[in-house]
């Protein structure tokens, strides 16, 4: 009997503060629809959707509004006007990750969890630790700043009593 291998499987990227880099960017100009994927570190992905025309063909302002702040959050200016989708594929982005469990509008009493993506700002890379054991950064401070320094051996030094109180 031959055997076969199993991957790991499907799992949620866990909630916290995450990089994701932009590896693909699908764009159907003449239905406004746009996806973009994006991978974190250890190869978990998302996928952002944008529906920038509504049913009517009119330009949804609101998703409009939302993916110009992603856009140029992703390239890092606030200046710009216009851009082709394909300038999002490699941008890095630090987000805040949470869940929200809605039920299925399919199956009653059935609960589906959505991974959403709050507070987005640009980054050069990923960080040196995995994203699952990064902590939120705070606003406008970067990382490497907010991260506590690495020890002799990579692993980071903290301080018990802070920590204990």
Known sequence: MAKIGLTEGFSLIPEGTHVFQITEVKYKEDFGKMEVTMQTAT?????????LLDKNG??????????????KTALNNFDLT???????????????????????????????KFVRLGEKEPCDGYDDDP????????????AAKAE?????????????????G
Not at 58 to 71: K, R
Not at 131 to 142: C, E, I, L, R, V
């Open 148 to 164: 506590p320094k690495a020890a002799a051996g990579g692993k980071p030094k903290f301080d018990l009593d802070s920590l204990l």
């Open 43 to 51: 190869g978990q992905k998302h996928t952002e959707r944008f529906s």
């Open 131 to 142: 994203p699952a054991a990064q902590a939120p950064t705070p606003k406008g401070k970067s």
């Open 58 to 71: 009119e330009v949804n302002t609101g998703a409009m509004n939302a993916f110009s702040y992603f856009a």
């Open 82 to 112: 216009e851009i082709d989708h394909e300038d999002l594929v490699g941008c890095f982005l630090r987000c805040e990750v949470t869940h929200e469990e809605v039920e299925s509008n399919r199956t009653a009493g059935k609960m589906l």
